[in-house]
């Protein structure tokens, strides 16, 4: 028996198919990413840059229960070393220099440690400041953990003994003003029960200890302010703070810093939202009147500006040129 040929298939219209090259690569191969050569700020490549410069951030902790949470619990206002890794990751390149004018346990530097990056942070608490170096030594194992830097003593005086131009960003947690001074249900749950500290101190040099909000942000801004002569020109602060209640007043403390930080020529450049999901429900304000649970802080992200030429104003009066055009008609 024969066998017949099979008919042949039809031919689609359409486009040639391509020549097979003889650089393709077999499927499956990924294409690895590079960092783009132009890019002077960090080493993300762009799919690890653009879901940093969202506005909304879910804040994100280690847990209560996990081991190297102890120290960090021992501070009344902590801020998680995670949320501030992805601030110095998007912000420097490796072997950079970080500065935290209010070091606090030390967050920024245990950061700064993972992500290898040299972290200075100043700290006015005595006790503070060895509960970071304690935190470096327990927590972070890693080489960079000696490259951390903690400075105890008033940030007033520490900022002046640094270089100028020798700080690629500054990250801080400032005090939110005297609001630790009020024991509500949270302090009272939370602190008081566990006997964890419920103030930062009663050095009188300590901005939460400032009872008059228009002085503390102006010695709030002086500090910050000082902290841009060592950091280069171009380069970014990035300062976490919370809006928050003075009795029945909302006060809008971020709004009232950025404008206090303009005259020191750094420039709001953006305003992330930090949610924090994890944080209780109190029944603040029932059944008498509306008072938030405010779950949220902000990032205020601030660019040193200092050496920006001024734009060039337009030349007016006489002087000015005269826009081309029709020729005005002559008056009768």
């Not at 060895?130 to 935190?135: K, T």
């Not at 270089?163 to 024991?183: A, F, G, Q, R």
Request: positive net charge.
């Amino acid at each position: 028996m024969e066998f017949q040929e099979a008919p042949s298939a039809k031919v689609k219209r359409g486009r040639k198919p391509k020549a097979e090259s003889a650089h393709e690569e077999p499927p499956g191969d990924k294409i690895t990413k590079s960092v783009d050569p132009r890019n002077a700020l960090n080493e993300l490549i762009s799919t690890e840059w653009l879901p940093e410069t969202i506005s909304v951030w879910t804040q994100r902790g280690l847990g209560a229960n996990h081991p190297d949470a102890r120290i960090e619990r021992e501070h009344p206002a902590p801020f998680s070393f995670t949320d501030v890794a992805r601030l110095v990751r998007f912000f420097t390149k490796k072997g950079q220099t970080v500065l935290d004018p209010f070091a606090g346990v030390g967050s920024t530097l245990k950061a700064c440690a993972t992500e290898g990056r040299r972290g200075i942070g100043f700290e006015l608490n005595p006790r503070y400041a060895e509960l970071s170096r304690e935190r470096m030594r327990t927590e972070v194992k890693d080489i960079w953990a000696e490259e951390q830097d903690v400075r105890q003593g008033d940030a007033r005086d520490l900022v002046k003994e640094l270089p100028d131009d020798s700080l690629d960003l500054v990250v801080t947690s400032p005090p939110y003003w005297i609001i630790l001074h009020k024991e509500d249900h949270k302090a009272k749950q939370e602190r008081v029960a566990n006997d964890l500290d419920t103030r930062y101190g009663d050095d009188p040099r300590d901005l939460g200890n400032v009872k008059v909000y228009r002085d503390f942000i102006g010695e709030l801004s002086a500090i910050l302010g000082a902290c841009a002569r060592p950091l280069k020109a171009g380069k970014y602060m990035a300062v976490v703070v919370s809006d928050f209640r003075d009795k029945s007043k909302y006060v809008m403390f971020h709004a009232d810093l950025a404008i206090a930080l303009e005259p020191y020529g750094l420039e709001m450049r953006g305003l992330k939202v930090l949610y924090q999901r994890h944080k209780r429900i109190f029944p603040y304000g029932y059944p008498y009147a509306y008072v938030p649970n405010i779950h949220h802080q902000f990032i205020m992200i601030l660019q040193n500006a200092k050496g920006k030429k001024p734009p060039k104003e337009k030349a007016g009066g006489d002087d000015a040129k005269p826009k081309r055009g029709r020729k005005a008609k002559a008056e009768q």
